[in-house]
Each structure stands twice: as C-alpha cells, then as structure tokens.
C-alpha cells in the first residue's frame, strides 16, 4: 500500500527541495557507501539530485514502470523516492528471497501519514509489524473467518451472495435490456454485505452513528468504511518523500484524512455496539465480534474496531477487483467464453454450480489464475522495511531501505512466461504444464505475510466467475479500455466493466 502511497502524486516535492542543507543532501545521495567489499552494490536507476526518481513514476501505474525499468537494469535494482532508498523486486527468485530467507530482516513496514492515521497505530494483520499482535491477530483471523474450518460454516453467505448477485442481474437484464450493467457496483455492495455478516452477525442497512448524529445507509457505510479510505490510503503528504522535513506543517492533508478517520471511527463504534446488542438477544450466533470479544482479551477496544473494520475493506475490494477483470476479458474473448460454458455443462448439467464442483473445473481455475497473473489485484505487496543489514540476489542491501516486491514485474517476466502481456489461460490447461504453475503467479503473496483471505478469495471469485456464465451470455459495450487505476492496495480497472448480459436458458432450481 505504502508504494502506491509513496510513488503516486508526484507534483508536491519540489515545494519541499528549498532551504535543504548540503550536509543533508551529502547523508542521501551515496546509499551504498556502507555496501560490504564482497558484495556488488545495487543496480540503481539514474535519477534526478534530491528528489530522485520521483518524477518518473508521475504515470501513477509504479508495477508497470518498475517492469520496463527491469528489462534494463535487471530483476532488482534501487531507486530513490525523495529521501528514501527503494529497492524493486522483478523476479520469483528474488521476490521469494525477501517473502522467505530473508522475511527476519525484512518483516516490518513504514507507513506514510496518510496510513499512519487511517490504521491507528498497525492494529490491521495486513499493515501491522510481523510481532505478537500480528501473529495473535492473524490466528483469529484463520480461525474464525477465513481458515478452511471457518470457511465450511460460512458457506451459507457466500451461497447467498451469489444467488443474490445471480437474481439482481436477471431482473435487470429482464427490465432493462438493452441497457448495460455495472457488475462491480452491484457486486463489491453484495461483498460488503457478506463481510458484514461474517464479522456483526448481520448485513447492516443503515445504523445510528451517535457521535456524527445521523443515520447512515449501507450505502453510505459502504462509501465512509471503503471507497473513501481506499482512496485515502494513497494521499500524498510530500513530507512522506522527505521525512526530514516533517516538522513543516500540511494542516490541508491532515484534516482531510483526519475527517476520513473520524468518519470510519464513528460508523465501527456504533456497528459494534449495535452488533453486541443483537447478538447479546441472540443466542447461539456467533461472529467475528463475538469471538474477538471472548478470546481478545488483550485487545483494545481500538483494536477490534480496526480487526472488523479490516475484514470488511479486504473482502470488499479485491475479490471484486479480480472477478471483474475475469468476466472482462470473457466478455470480450467469446470464443474463451464459450469454452467455458461448455466445461461447466458439461460437469453441473442443468444444475447450478456448486462449490463441490470447483475441482472437477480445471478451465475455470486456470482463468482464475491467468487474471490474477496479468491484472494482479494487488501488483505491488505492500512495502516492507529493512530494519537490519541483508542482502538479495547477491546484493547488499543497508537497513534503511525499503522493499518493494513487483508482483506484476514477476508475472510479466519474459524468462518465466511465455507472451507474458497476453490473457492465455490455456497456458494453465498444457498437458507438459506443470502443477506447481498455478503457484507461480505469486498474487498472494508468500511467506509468513501470505495473504489470509486467499481461500476466500478464490472459492468466492471462481463461484462468480462460473455462475454468471453459466446462466448469461456476456457481451461488451463499446469503446472499452483494460486501463488500469491504482486505488489504496489495488489495480483495479479504470473504468468499471460495462457489459450487456443475454440470459441463457433457467437452471434447475
Ligand atoms: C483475489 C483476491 C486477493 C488478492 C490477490 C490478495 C493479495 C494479497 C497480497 C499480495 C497480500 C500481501 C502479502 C504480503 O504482504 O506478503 C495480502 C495480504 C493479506 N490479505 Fe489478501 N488478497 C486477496 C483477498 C483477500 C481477502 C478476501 C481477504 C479477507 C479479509 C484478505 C486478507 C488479507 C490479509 C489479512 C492480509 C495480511 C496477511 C499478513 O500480513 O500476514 N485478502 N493479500
């Protein structure tokens, strides 16, 4: 997240460069002074004196200008963002070095103020240090949410999600039909209903938030609890680029994610409290809250906000970011469309798919994998901190830097994939093609930070993703870009997918 925090806006640092001392200049311009004799010094990409190669990651798409910096400078090399030395991973070798034999030196994070604020002091499994509260948090998450155990007993709201999804998109396509639909409207509300349900018991349609004294509709938590912070998490304080100028005031930022905060914080208290009510009436229902509240003693009440709030935002942006770009590039791929639909009659008849027929569907799992390859919702793991000296790939790496593992950069490696640019599942379906493939693409990272809603993740998207083809015909509108838009953590398409939907004939009830 910090990355994209870091790497987007790029105007504001040069208000910073005035009244700079040499001495400061001279403490960051040679980063590799330190680098031990037996060690070659990184690559580094040339840049510009004091702020760097800020100006050249003005694009706002960092995973793919990181890439074409890779063809020339190698699978790692550093670049400076304002003060701060930035090392880029490109590789599965070398991106696996840093998730695993080297994670001790590497396992900490640096936020940037805008995240600083929104994630009230790392209480998030995804954004804290690897330490106690981390692997505490972690295990409640597995345990109760998003572990396989946890995931047998929530089948219940992911069934009706994609029924609910599946029924929405019928009765438009029935009244409207030659209108297009925006699936990732209906679908990213339909995901926060479900994560609402999973952690307060219950999908949540508006709530009385006592300290902002208003009632707020799904719609509006779903806006203050997601959309908003998603896109606060990547303002730019041009402090971030040079820490040693924090002391100069940015009163404008720091009350516009201030506000945000005050929003989020309100709305979690009041869905808690609500949620203990209920679920203090409701015997024998248990969710996320009710455990946390029993076995998180040691929680803060903060902190189990901020663990809810967690839940929701992951739930409600990735597993649409990718399920939106799968049904995309079927949409506009008929042929791969119809190939699909064949695999799936074929295996569930006139019956709806069901989780139980996930195996017996290689085709679908390999274009699961193939849009996580090339459209990687999360193309960037959120950067890490090298708190102690390392090395990767044979380089010296000081501590002071900081990691950025490119995911895409990995995925569109031209040694590893062949036509890497290119949306070719079958490259997961070749008889020589090993299994171990669909680990390749690394989308959920790897190592003690692997990401913890991947079953989640996959089990809810493929459902989706073969649902909706099966019951429709998908067809693009017009004039439609696969541009990419970078919001908070994730790659998400820059417009939404528009589609006109031909229902197909009824399943079996
Ligand atoms: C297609 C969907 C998803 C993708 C591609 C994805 C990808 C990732 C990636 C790349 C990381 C970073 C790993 C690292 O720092 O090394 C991560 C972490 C994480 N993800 Fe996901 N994710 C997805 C869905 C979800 C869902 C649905 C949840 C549910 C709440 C979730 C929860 C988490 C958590 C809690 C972490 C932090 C793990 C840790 O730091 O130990 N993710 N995810």
Known sequence: MD?????????APAVAVGGISLLLIKRF????????????????????????????????KPHKTFAKWAVTYGPIYSIKTGSTNLVVLNSNDVAKEAMVTRFPEISTRKLSKALDILVADKSMVAISDYDEFHKTAKRYLLTHILGPNAQRQQRIHRDTLIENTSNQLHALSKNFPLKSINFRELFELGLFGLAMKQTLGEDVESVYVDELQTTMSRYEMFNCLVRDPMVGAIDVDWRDFFPYLKWIPNKRFENKIEQMNIHKAAIMKSLVQRARKQSSSTEGMQCYLDYLDSEGKMLSEKQIQMLIWEVIIETADTTVVATEWALFELAKDLKRQERLYEEISRVCGSDKITEEKLPDLPYLYAIFQETLRVHSPVPIIPLRYVHEHTQLGGYFVPSGSEIAINIYGCNMDKNVWENPEQWNPERFMNENSDPM?????????????VCAGALEAMTISRLAIGRLIQEFEWRLTEGQADDVDIVGLTARKLQPMLAILKPRSRLAE
């Open 29 to 60: 311009v040679d980063h590799n002074r330190n680098s031990p004799p037996d060690l070659p010094p990184l690559p580094e990409v040339p840049g510009m004196p004091l702020i760097g190669n800020l100006l050249q990651l003005k694009e706002k």
């Open 3 to 11: 990355v994209v925090v870091n790497l987007q806006a790029m105007g």
């Open 437 to 449: 493939d669909l680990q390749k693409t690394m989308a959920f990272g790897g190592g003690k930070r």
